[in-house]
């Protein structure tokens, strides 16, 4: 279970390398690459981290006392041979941390510089035995602390001090909630506020004292025992919310508490939700989500974890996790330096002041036919800032484009708040379009934003008779007419796709088709033979269909089925049976087609076509 907290803590939430609220900062450790493994903001300039073990010998740590403009690293002397967990510190000289020991009988230990991180100690009277394990130490002022531990004897390791960890004293086991068989704590999964403290458990529960930890209880989170509890916020000794994940099945289960984690609820599920912080002076929480790969995404709950709200959102990659803040506008979180000059930790740089931000910043519709209508695109407009933003107008585009519930304005947006508006586009003309729309706002350093919008307009139009078309393949795939008595190709232009494996001509509206396909399915697009844009008409879900053809099959049926018929007949024959078709290829007369048949007859035969691509 202790290898798992470990594990757990650093799994990876990403975000990305720069945006509207996380700048990422180098901390300057020398093994590299190595993640952030702990972060203390003592105020918006001074700041400790810890690496995690990376290397041999004592471990690294870093600080900052100009809000993370520059970074000092150094090592931590006694550390060589432990894992470090979390730091705490009160000032820019004094700071403390956790290490546990990778073995059964190797016990942690807790390390403490007063020199600003020149010289480390290691403070014997926490955790002097074997097996201890310990998870966090927290400081509530400069002389007293707490440091937690898994059970050791029978119950909970704890520790308290009065003068700084000079010495350390265990908490009697009276004083502390007996522990569940197995049940065990986490590293740096705690949360402190005033004279009280959190811890969750591995066998869904929750400790707290209200007293520095000199007495613990303990409450069920009420999901039972096979639950895991982490990352407890609370924005006052009353009001706080944690995240629950099952320890069998890949599930997780939001918490709210308004009795100070005497009892828990279940809040709306969410499965965007990670590590959780609470954004000191305002009413909020924070989390930040998403693994390496996926998208990554930062969220914001204003209603005590009801509703969350994207706030942030990235594509993949970096790391960033386990937010601590200073203040509304300044916190920090763990990172992964990737060399002495790259990342580490990451700087939420929120303005002080009132900002509008746009996402996306703009929206390319990409190719879509002259007069149809694309789907709606969604805008959302934030007020990053901490002042109430007052958006005087949103103006409208041209032609081309269209906003769907435009906000009425003015429209004033609080810390968050946020306004959304669809946008359309409906080409008018053929060719590259492009618009833009102005969000006028009185954000100080941006009072207008502009949201821009592209596309481009195709007529498919009939292909002309007589020309021969062909399409190159990768890496610049395009339309060629080819004159078969010289050999000359003209290049029409680009089909904007990778590869176009077939071409055919739709006899009645004299189109050109195309075909790209796959293993398992086939991708039908219409060709403009003046551009060479394509427009995806349809999938069908058959695989490597490559030879396609345009039939007319009315003189067929005209002749063989109605015969000696009057010319009214005849007419009527030649309506009913036209079909106009591209063929995939021709199965013989027994075999089954996939998706359907048109058959003709002819004399005592039947020819069964595969209608793969009918219109």
């Known amino acids: 279970m202790k290898a798992t907290a470990l594990l757990f803590a650093t799994t990876l939430f990403c975000l990305p390398l720069a945006s509207a609220q996380w700048i990422e900062q180098a901390v300057g450790y020398t ?26 010998g004592d ?41 546990w020991g990778p073995g059964a009988t190797t016990s942690g230990a807790i390390l403490a510089t007063t020199d600003g991180g020149t010289t480390w100690v290691k403070q014997s009277t926490a955790f002097p035995g074997s097996g201890g394990f310990v998870n966090f130490v927290n400081f509530f002022s400069a002389d007293t602390g707490v440091a937690m531990g898994d059970p050791n004897g029978g119950y909970f390791e704890i520790y308290t001090t ?54 613990w209880s303990v409450a069920s989170a009420g999901l039972g025992t096979g639950w895991v509890i982490f990352f407890p916020a609370f924005k006052d000794q009353n009001q706080g919310l944690a995240l629950a ?40 929480y924070i989390s930040t989500r998403g693994s390496a790969g996926e998208t990554q995404i930062t969220l914001l709950t204003k209603d005590d974890g009801a509703n969350w709200v994207v706030i942030d959102t990235v594509s993949r990659s970096l790391v960033l996790t386990s937010a601590v803040f200073a203040a509304p506008h300044v916190g920090w979180a763990l990172g992964r330096a990737r060399s002495s000059t790259e990342g580490g930790v990451w700087k939420w740089d929120l303005p002080s002041e009132r900002a509008v931000r746009i996402s996306p910043l703009g929206r390319s519709f990409g190719p879509h036919e002259v007069g149809a209508r694309s789907d709606t695109a969604s805008v959302t407009i934030t007020n990053v800032g901490l002042d109430s933003l007052l958006v005087s107008t ?49 954000d100080v350093s941006t009072p207008t934003v502009h949201f821009g919008l592209s596309g481009r307009g195709v007529i498919i139009g009939r292909a002309p008779a007589g020309i021969l078309f062909a399409a190159s393949t ?33 006899p009645s509206s004299k189109e050109i088709f195309g075909v790209v396909t796959s293993p398992t399915s086939t991708s039908l697009y219409r060709v403009s033979a003046g551009s060479g844009d394509v427009l995806l008409s349809k999938t ?64 005592q035969r039947q020819d ?5 691509f009918q219109r």
């Not at 795939?477 to 739709?506: D, F």
């Not at 069964?608 to 793969?612: A, E, F, G, N, V």
Request: net charge positive.
């Open 59 to 99: 471990r690294e740590f870093s600080k900052t006392t100009n809000g993370g403009v520059t970074w000092v690293s150094g090592t931590m002397t006694g550390s060589a041979g432990l894992v470090p967990g979390m730091i705490t510190a009160v000032d820019a000289s004094r700071a403390w941390v956790a290490l």
């Open 540 to 603: 069908i879900p058959v695989g490597n269909l490559r030879a396609i053809r345009g039939y007319t099959l009315w003189r067929h049926h005209n002749r063989r089925i109605v015969p000696n018929r009057s010319r009214e007949r005849k007419r009527d024959a030649h309506r009913d049976f036209s079909r106009n078709l591209l063929f995939g290829t021709l199965i013989p007369s027994n075999d089954r087609c996939p998706l359907g048949v048109c058959s003709r007859t002819r004399g």
């Open 474 to 506: 990768t890496p610049n795939s395009s339309l060629y007419s080819l004159n078969t008595a010289t050999g000359a190709a003209a290049p029409i232009g680009s089909l904007g796709i990778t590869e176009l494996q077939s071409l055919a001509i739709r």
């Open 394 to 442: 949103i103006s409208s585009p041209g032609t081309n484009f269209s906003i769907m519930n435009k906000p009425v304005t003015p429209l004033i947006l609080r810390t968050f708040d946020m306004a959304r508006f669809g946008v359309v586009f409906t080409p008018q003309t053929a060719g590259t379009l492009k618009d833009s729309i102005a969000v006028n706002s009185n």
């Open 608 to 612: 069964i076509y595969c209608q793969y």
């Open 162 to 215: 009065t003068n700084a960890g000079t010495n350390w004293i265990r908490v009697s086991q009276g004083n502390i909630s007996s522990p569940l068989a197995g049940e065990v704590g986490f590293v740096n999964d705690f949360t402190a506020l005033g004279n009280t403290v959190w811890f969750g458990t591995n066998n869904g529960r929750v400790y707290r004292s209200t007293d520095r930890g000199t007495n």
């Open 31 to 56: 093994r590299v690459p190595c993640p952030t493994l702990g972060v203390d903001v003592v105020d918006s300039e001074i700041v400790w981290a810890i690496a995690g073990n990376c290397g041999t």
């Open 245 to 284: 994940l099952e320890r069998i099945a890949p599930n997780q289960v939001p918490l709210r508490t308004t009795d100070g984690g005497v009892s828990w609820t279940a809040t709306p599920q969410d499965e965007r939700i990670g590590p959780i912080a609470h954004m000191p002076g305002t009413p909020y």
